[in-house]
């Protein structure tokens, strides 16, 4: 089992950067893939960004390139989403999610490639 905790959110103005974490616990996450998604008001859960913790690899929705950059610490055991030049449509529930069974080929944009996932952290951006 692997635990996941959000934190870091709140109310920002548009431009502002916010950095958001994931506190991962459980069990030894050296293989695992840390996802963030998002979900705004009204609309399906997509994909953000992730990280395979061993190879430091990440990966991003096209349109959040440029903008959105995942990063994990081994010492704090937790990933991180920086977010800069915040804009209005990005205000949503920000989740992370994590896999051990991540393998070379897996979509990691995919919801179903994870099996263990955080309860969430708000993240509003006001205009």
């Known amino acids: 089992q692997v635990q996941l905790v959000e934190s870091g959110g709140g109310l920002v103005q548009a431009g502002d950067s916010l950095r958001i974490s994931c506190g991962v616990s459980?069990?030894?996450?050296?293989?695992?893939?840390i996802g963030w998604f998002r979900r705004a008001p009204g609309k399906a859960r997509e994909f953000v960004g992730s990280?395979?913790?061993?190879?430091?690899?990440?990966a991003y929705a096209e349109s959040l390139k440029g903008r959105f950059t995942v990063s994990r610490s081994d010492a704090e055991n937790a990933v991180f989403l920086q977010m800069d030049n915040l804009r209005p449509e990005d205000t949503a529930v920000y989740y992370c999610?994590?896999?051990?069974?991540?393998?070379?080929?897996?979509?990691?944009?995919?919801?179903?490639?994870?099996?263990?996932w955080g309860q969430g952290t708000q993240v509003t951006v006001s205009s």
């Open positions: 459980g069990r030894t996450v050296s293989n695992a893939n």
């Open positions: 999610a994590g896999t051990l069974r991540y393998s070379t080929g897996s979509d990691p944009s995919r919801e179903e490639v994870y099996d263990f």
């Open positions: 990280i395979r913790w061993s190879l430091g690899r990440t």
